[in-house]
């Protein structure tokens, strides 16, 4: 019985998968530093408008 699939040591796998979970965490943070900066961004105009009001 023949297959298309390759095999790779199981070093190579270890490795690859170390690579992509450092890709995801890196995504991950990237993620967070977006959505808390865009978090923030969403209440300055909020602010300017109370600031001008003398709140």
């Known amino acids: 019985m ?11 796998c270890e ?3 170390s690579e992509l979970m450092e890709l995801v965490e890196h995504i991950e ?3 967070v ?3 808390n ?3 923030q961004n969403q ?3 909020l ?3 109370y ?3 003398g709140a």
């Open 2 to 12: 023949s297959t298309n699939h390759d095999i790779f040591t199981k070093e190579a």
């Open 15 to 17: 490795k690859k998968l």
């Open 29 to 31: 943070t990237q993620w």
């Open 33 to 35: 530093l977006k959505t």
């Open 37 to 39: 900066k865009e978090t």
């Open 43 to 45: 209440y300055w105009s």
């Open 47 to 49: 602010n300017d408008i």
């Open 51 to 53: 600031k001008k009001e």
